[in-house]
């Protein structure tokens, strides 16, 4: 079992920038995939960006693409989402999400592990 815990959810003006980072906790040994995904009110959730176990692939949604960097410390156990240039549209619940393997994913039903969510508002 892996725990996760966002954390550095918050408001922000447009144009801003956010860092928001997960800590994951318990069987972290394993081999595992990291993401960040999103859920705006109304909305389904939506992929964001994944990175695969080592840090040497990373994939971003086409909405926050040379915006967003998504970055892992696989000695501290945290993954980390750097937010640039945001926009009110970036406004969601952002949740990190974990699934035990080598590759990276954009599909949230790939994800076994998730956290309970921060909130990022983005003011226009």
């Known amino acids: 079992q892996v725990q996760l815990v966002e954390s550095g959810g918050g408001l922000v003006h447009t144009g801003g920038s956010y860092r928001i980072s997960c800590a994951a906790s318990?069987?972290?040994?394993?081999?595992?995939?990291a993401a960040w995904f999103r859920q705006a009110p109304g909305k389904e959730r939506e992929f964001v960006a994944t990175i695969s176990r080592y840090g040497g692939t990373t994939e971003y949604s086409d909405s926050v693409k040379g915006r967003f960097t998504i970055s892992r410390d696989n000695v501290e156990n945290t993954v980390a989402l750097q937010m640039n240039d945001l926009r009110p549209g970036d406004t969601a619940v952002y949740y990190c999400a974990a699934r035990v393997g080598s590759f990276p994913s954009t599909r949230a039903y790939d994800y076994d592990y998730w956290g309970q969510g921060t909130q990022v508002t983005v003011s226009s």
């Open positions: 318990g069987r972290t040994d394993s081999s595992y995939v």
